[in-house]
Antibody, heavy 121, light 107 residues
Framework: QIALKESGPTLVKPTQTLTLTCKLS??????????VGWVRQPPGKALEWLAL???????RYSPSLKNRLTITGDTSKNQVVLTMTNLGPVDTATYFC?????????????WGQGSLVSVSS | AIQLTQSPSSLSASVGDRVTLTCRAS??????LAWYQQKPGEGPKLLIY???RLKSGAPSRFTGSGSGTDFTLTVSGLQPEDFATYYC?????????FGGGTKVQIK
């Protein structure tokens, strides 16, 4: 049973760096085809894709945020970490960790429950 | 980036109704489209992938169709648990993009 669980701070100050961790269960990022990504959703707004990492360390980023994002995978801990620098109020959102199976397409068949991050001084 | 436009942004319907949601892409995406359902306070759930393939375990009253730039999600016989917001997502090319969503409300 595939499951993903996000963890991280609930409140971050402007200009600080956000680090979110996604713990994986039911699969390993070290397995061919497996991928994990991040999608965020500001309160009351639509979904926005942020980043993806695959088993072969292929990484993709949203062009609008590429300069601020880093996604890394740790197969020993079976987790994925997303860091976002220089946060501002517009980054207030629920951040979802998602599973992707590259061999069939870049869509997301499992989602975490989400981690709400507020950016405020 | 490929833009996805969903319509309507919201609709009101009754239990048992048949409803059709639309997603239009700004360029040809073949059938590289997924549909998700999101209920308040929850993460989205995949319903349809490859424009028309129903995810295992998803109710058969959900039907996806379309190719190229125009896609639809039809719910045949709305159930109380179907009142939610629905999003389409294209995976033809990066950056991956989502539509703005359609909220299905109870009439």
């Amino acid at each position: 049973q595939i499951a993903l669980k996000e963890s991280g701070p609930t409140l971050v100050k402007p200009t600080q760096t956000l680090t979110l961790t996604c713990k994986l269960s039911g699969f390993s990022l070290g397995t061919t085809g497996e991928g994990v990504g991040w999608v965020r959703q500001p309160p009351g707004k639509a979904l926005e894709w942020l980043a993806l990492i695959y088993w072969n360390d292929d990484k993709r980023y949203s062009p609008s945020l590429k300069n601020r994002l880093t996604i890394t995978g740790d197969t020993s801990k079976n987790q994925v970490v997303l860091t976002m620098t220089n946060l501002g109020p517009v980054d207030t959102a629920t951040y979802f960790c998602v599973h992707s199976w590259k061999l069939v397409g870049y869509y997301f068949d499992y989602w975490g429950q989400g981690s709400l991050v507020s950016v405020s001084s | 980036a490929i833009q996805l436009t969903q319509s309507p942004s919201s609709l009101s319907a009754s239990v048992g109704d048949r409803v059709t949601l639309t997603c239009r892409a700004s360029q040809d995406i073949d059938t590289d489209l997924a549909w998700y359902q999101q209920k308040p306070g929850e993460g989205p759930k995949l319903l349809i992938y490859d424009a028309s393939r129903l995810k295992s375990g998803a109710p058969s009253r959900f039907t996806g169709s379309g190719s190229g730039t125009d896609f639809t999600l039809t719910v045949s016989g709305l159930q109380p648990e179907d009142f939610a917001t629905y999003y389409c997502q294209q995976f033809k090319s990066f950056p991956l993009t989502f539509g703005g969503g359609t909220k299905v409300q109870i009439k």
